[in-house]
């Protein structure tokens, strides 16, 4: 099992009925802007290097943006914001995320989301997170040899993510660290092997950089500190 191919059956993916109904509709209506567009409409994989050090865990693809171009951040503003970012810092070949063939390569970083089908109002209900939860599990066990260092954006991502990183086989601290923008916990490993650092930050949605919640700053500072904590 490699992650191309847990992409594939991921996209084939239909457990959760409110979803399934909720991508295809997006693409059914369609955005006046994208009309020519014939959306992907199915659970988007995750993106990056199969070998990153450091993976971006956010809350779902959005209706418009993932779920019309199939690719995680990318065709939305939450992707341009995060990608801007992460080029001023050296990692991203583009400063925009637009389509799948625009050339855009991440150096040493991955794209994922706990739930990977767009739901409404960008709220996952709890179950569809539980349901989706073996995926992250099977992304992240594969992920488990490089990666060092997990920013979850929003704390959707950050709760959606410590489970899974307990079963992937680090130590989940008790109590429980709780999300912040500029939260960072040290997990230790269960067994051997390195631990994982994992950073909270506000989400990249319009709702955040819109209102100055999130600057442009703010983001660079928590993606570049785990940038250089996972070694890239
Ligand atoms: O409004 P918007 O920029 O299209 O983002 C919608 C919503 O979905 C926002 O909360 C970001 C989130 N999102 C995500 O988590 N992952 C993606 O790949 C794209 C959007
Ligand atoms: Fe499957 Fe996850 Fe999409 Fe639910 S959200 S249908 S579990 S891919």
């Avoid at 099992?1 to 993916?13: A, E, I, P």
């Avoid at 909720?22 to 059914?28: D, L, P, V």
């Avoid at 865990?57 to 959005?62: H, I, K, M, Q, Y």
Wanted: aromatic share 6%; with cysteine; net charge positive.
């Amino acid at each position: 099992q490699d992650l191309r191919t847990l992409g594939r059956s991921l996209s084939r993916c239909r457990a959760c009925p409110r979803l399934v109904e909720w991508r295809e509709e997006a693409a059914r209506t369609k955005r006046k802007a994208y009309a020519d567009w014939d959306y992907w409409a199915r659970p988007v994989p995750g993106f990056g290097p199969p070998d990153a050090r450091m993976l971006v865990v956010g809350l779902a693809p959005a209706a418009h943006g993932g779920n019309r171009t199939g690719r995680m951040f990318t065709g939305d503003r939450s992707g341009d914001v995060l990608v801007a970012a992460l080029h001023d810092l050296g990692l991203a070949s583009r400063a925009t995320s637009t389509h799948k063939d625009d050339g855009l390569e991440l150096r040493g970083v991955r794209f994922t989301a706990p739930v990977h089908c767009a739901p409404p109002d960008n709220k996952p209900t709890p179950a569809e997170r539980d349901t989706c939860r073996p995926w992250l599990a099977h992304e992240l066990e594969l992920l488990r040899p490089t990666v060092r260092t997990v920013v979850a954006l929003g704390a959707f991502g950050w709760q959606a993510v410590l489970p899974v990183l307990g079963a992937a086989g680090w130590q989940i601290p008790r109590p429980r660290p709780a999300f912040g923008h500029g939260a960072r916990t040290v997990l230790a490993p269960k067994e051997q092997g390195p631990s994982l650092t994992l950073y909270g930050c506000y989400h990249v949605s319009q709702q955040n950089t819109f209102t100055g919640r999130l600057t442009p700053a703010m983001l660079r500072e928590v993606l570049g500190a785990a940038a250089e904590e996972a070694g890239i």
